[in-house]
């Protein structure tokens, strides 16, 4: 049995995560805005939260709830865990990304700069060259004390149609939400924040258990 592949939205996620932890220097046309993001980046070593996600369709409608829990460390390493409803881990080393889906016993791997490269999202990977790729534009967040940052893609074939990013003053990241082509939204929420804490190297390595069948695209 082939293993389930990694949605183009899922590997959307683990760019703009990774997006937070690269380097802090763009141009100037969205100085505003990436200066939201700069506070965000700025003496960060490692950051931890757990989240909850839940995706609509373009009605509203809500097609599922999950929650889980996010580690990141500086620099490119991840770990992204959904506990329910249906679990399933990402881990990042820095250099490879595992998928692992427990239910199916199945993992896979492969080189981390390779996981973006069929993807339009691949860019924002690069911070470096935000600005090239996305018109940036900073937002007040309705009833609350943290900026949007909205990206949207100048590439027209891109997957999603816009990305928020919300950051409180002192460099919260709060939430984070995708819509794609078809008008579906993933909106993540990040609760018990943590910067900065020491973190146990090994969530940052992925040991696959007993009997996982491994793919390496």
């Known amino acids: 049995m082939k293993p389930r592949s990694p949605s183009r939205l899922l590997l959307a996620l683990v760019a703009a995560v990774f997006l937070f932890a690269g380097p802090g220097s763009a141009a100037e046309p969205a100085a505003d805005a990436r200066g939201a ?22 009605t509203g409608y809500v097609l599922q709830e999950s929650d889980g829990r996010m580690q990141l460390g500086m620099p490119n390493r991840l770990h992204w865990e959904v506990t329910e409803p249906f679990p399933q881990t990402i881990v990042s080393d820095g250099q490879d990304l595992w998928m692992y889906d427990p239910d199916l016993s199945q993992a896979t791997v492969r080189p981390l700069g390779d996981a973006f490269d069929a993807t339009p999202i691949a860019a924002i990977t ?11 534009s900073l937002r007040p967040v309705p009833d609350g004390d943290a900026l949007r940052l909205v990206l949207v893609p100048r590439n027209e074939q891109a997957d999603f149609t816009s990305l928020d990013l919300d950051l409180t003053a002192d460099g919260d990241l709060t939430r984070m939400a995708f819509r794609d082509i078809f008008g579906q ?9 943590e910067r900065n804490a020491e973190l146990d190297p090994g969530v940052f390595t992925f040991d696959p258990p007993a009997g996982t069948d491994i793919y390496r695209p």
């Not at 993001?37 to 373009?58: C, H, K, M, P």
């Not at 690069?126 to 940036?136: A, I, K």
Request: charged content about 30%; glycine content about 2%; aromatic content about 12%.
């Open 37 to 58: 993001l700069d506070r965000f980046v700025s003496g960060l070593e490692t950051f931890s939260a757990v989240f909850t996600q839940t995706v609509r369709d373009e």
């Open 126 to 136: 690069q911070p470096e060259r935000l600005d090239e790729h996305f018109r940036m």
């Open 185 to 193: 939204e993933t909106v993540i929420l990040f609760h018990e924040t």
